[in-house]
């Protein structure tokens, strides 16, 4: 059963709106992390955080920003969605030390019309 | 520059029929090297962690080895629920963060 949990799953919306997509998580974990997949693609890390008041940009160069107000709360805002932005986001999280598996949610499905 | 292939791209299978998926790796020192499954729709579950040459982790029908180049997860007589696609992902020693790399993945299929 999932532990991590990105709302909404699916969602289609126009080019110009402002979105936040939302990642919680009830592990405790200190790191987490936004990636971007498309299909057939790996992983490209966007944004990850370290712990509260900690955010930090991924490889992936990026028009979304990120926060984290509290520990289990990791979220991803895009001010002015575009077409380009129409993807997976999976969220992850992981425990403090070397070597911690990252633990994923079910991602949300962006489209932009 | 790091790297991480995984090949085949896809591979479809009897119900029975053993194989196994391939990982090669380029990074400056392995802190340790991930394998995830994923669903359709879904986000990826961890498997395993094999941090050295040598190491061997199992759950179930599967089997991650790992040797200084490549890691291989060996599918023993699959069913048709292990149809998914298998991710490869490494973490560099020279990292200062924890930003792991991730393959393309292995789409497996199988046929019941």
């Known amino acids: 059963e999932a532990d991590i949990y990105q709302t909404p799953r699916y969602l289609v919306i126009g080019t110009g709106k402002k979105i936040t997509l939302e990642c919680s998580q009830t592990?405790?974990?200190?790191?987490m992390y936004w990636y971007q997949q498309d299909p057939g693609m790996e992983l490209h890390l966007i944004h990850y955080?370290?712990?509260?008041?900690?955010?930090e940009k991924g490889d992936l160069s990026s028009e979304s920003t990120v926060s984290r107000i509290r520990t289990e709360h990791f979220p991803l805002t895009l001010e002015s969605a575009r077409p380009s932005h129409t993807s997976q986001y999976l969220c992850?999280?992981?425990?403090?030390?070397?070597?911690?598996?990252?633990?994923f949610g079910d991602g949300t499905r962006l489209s932009i019309l | 520059e790091d790297q991480v292939t995984q090949s085949p791209e896809a591979l479809r299978l009897q119900e029975g029929e053993s194989s196994s998926l391939n990982c090669s790796y380029t990074?400056?020192?392995?802190?340790?090297l991930f394998w995830y499954r994923q669903d359709p729709g879904k986000g990826p579950e961890f498997l395993f962690t094999?941090?050295?040459a040598g190491e061997e982790k199992e759950k179930e029908r599967l089997k991650a080895t790992l040797t200084k180049k490549e890691s291989f997860l060996h599918i023993t007589a699959p069913k048709p629920e292990d149809s998914a696609t298998y991710l490869c992902?490494?973490?560099?020693?020279?990292?200062?963060?924890?930003?792991?790399?991730f393959g393309k993945g292995t789409r497996l299929h199988i046929l019941p």
């Open positions: 992902a490494v973490q560099a020693a020279e990292n200062r963060d924890d930003k792991i790399i």
């Open positions: 955080s370290y712990g509260v008041n900690s955010t």
């Open positions: 592990m405790g974990h200190d790191k």
């Open positions: 990074v400056s020192g392995l802190r340790g």
């Open positions: 094999l941090y050295s």
């Open positions: 992850a999280s992981s425990d403090w030390g070397l070597n911690q598996p990252q633990h």
